[in-house]
């Protein structure tokens, strides 16, 4: 198996899975969040919703797209377009679906293509690392998603 094929994979089943912990979620908790500086359910499958387009330049071109002040409204007004989980999760489907298929299509030879990524204060990673980041991204939120249901008395494993 390709690396490559097994990061779509995984991808795939990091947003079944967060899909399915935030559908969930009751729709009048949607917007909850535990403590001031939290994330809502809602919001972090928005984020999900577009992470996709924002991966998907890095993939394509090897650089990630500018995230000036501009760029971040944008993608502000963007995300709270989606204003329920159902059309968050309708969009990732559609986003990763992309995203994906970019993945799986990726070059062998250019895994080890290093990339400077703006966060965390700046760091390199190669493409083979870029390629799992949105896999990781939705596990994180998964995380949060399930902290959240804990915290709302919810103990079934979805």
Same mark, same amino acid.
């Given at each position: 198996?390709?690396?490559?094929?097994?990061?779509?994979?995984?991808?795939?089943?990091? &947003? /079944?899975?967060?899909?399915? *912990?935030?559908?969930?979620?009751?729709? !009048?908790?949607?917007?909850?969040?535990?403590?001031?500086? #939290?994330?809502?359910? &809602?919001?972090?499958?928005?984020?999900?919703?577009? $992470?996709?387009?924002?991966? &998907?330049?890095?993939?394509?071109? %090897?650089?990630? @797209?500018?995230?000036?002040?501009?760029?971040?409204?944008?993608?502000?007004? &963007?995300?709270? $377009?989606?204003?329920?989980?159902?059309?968050?999760?309708? *969009?990732?489907?559609? +986003?990763?679906? =992309?995203?994906? *298929? *970019?993945? +799986? $299509?990726?070059?062998?030879?250019?895994?080890?293509?290093?990339?400077?990524? @703006?966060?965390?204060?700046?760091?390199?990673?190669?493409? #083979? !690392?870029?390629? $799992?980041? @949105? +896999?990781?991204?939705?596990?994180?939120?998964? %995380?949060?998603?399930?902290?959240?249901?804990?915290?709302?008395? /919810?103990? =079934?494993?979805?």
């Amino acid at each position: 198996m390709r690396y490559q094929d097994q990061v779509v994979r995984s991808t795939q089943k990091a &947003l /079944d899975d967060v899909c399915r *912990a935030a559908l969930a979620v009751p729709a !009048d908790h949607a917007e909850w969040c535990p403590m001031a500086e #939290a994330r809502s359910v &809602l919001s972090q499958m928005q984020e999900i919703a577009t $992470s996709g387009a924002w991966f &998907l330049p890095i993939i394509r071109d %090897g650089k990630p @797209p500018e995230f000036d002040a501009h760029a971040r409204r944008e993608a502000l007004r &963007l995300r709270q $377009s989606f204003d329920t989980v159902e059309k968050c999760v309708e *969009a990732a489907r559609q +986003s990763m679906s =992309e995203l994906c *298929a *970019a993945i +799986s $299509s990726f070059p062998d030879d250019h895994l080890e293509q290093e990339v400077h990524m @703006p966060f965390g204060g700046g760091v390199s990673m190669t493409m #083979a !690392d870029i390629l $799992s980041l @949105p +896999s990781w991204n939705m596990v994180y939120h998964l %995380g949060q998603i399930n902290q959240i249901q804990l915290m709302l008395g /919810d103990r =079934e494993m979805h």
